[in-house]
């Protein structure tokens, strides 16, 4: 059985940091490409970054120098480092973990509240 399990989220004022991490379970982690996508209230899931299995990463323009996606294959997890975070960061925050066309999944979300 497959499981995502991400941890992290929370409450941080406007320029401040957080990191997300996924644990993952169930699948062959290294060969996955794993990503994180955000969901604001109304809005549809969109793509934060995604990191390959040979490490090639990808990040949405409105994250760009501000966010870092990293794997660690020995502990099967994927992070998400969030530094200068915005209002509109807010968000619930799920990881994706692909293969092919085939293999698709995720977890549960985590909620990010960036306020002041």
């Known amino acids: 059985q497959v499981q995502l399990v991400e941890s992290g989220g929370g409450l941080v004022q406007p320029g401040g940091s957080l990191r997300l991490s996924c644990s993952a379970s169930?699948?062959?982690?290294?060969?996955?490409?794993m990503g994180w996508y955000r969901q604001a209230p109304g809005k549809q899931r969109d793509l934060v970054a995604t990191?390959?299995?040979?490490?090639?990463?990808n990040y949405a323009d409105s994250v760009k120098g501000r966010f870092t996606i990293s794997r660690d294959n020995a502990k099967n997890t994927v992070y998400l480092q969030m530094n200068s975070l915005k209002l509109e960061d807010t968000a619930v925050y799920y990881c994706?973990?692909?293969?092919?066309?085939?293999?698709?999944?995720w977890g549960q979300g985590t909620q990010v509240t960036v306020s002041s």
């Open positions: 169930g699948i062959p982690f290294r060969v996955y490409t």
């Open positions: 994706n973990a692909r293969f092919g066309v085939s293999s698709n999944h």
């Open positions: 990191i390959t299995s040979s490490g090639n990463t």
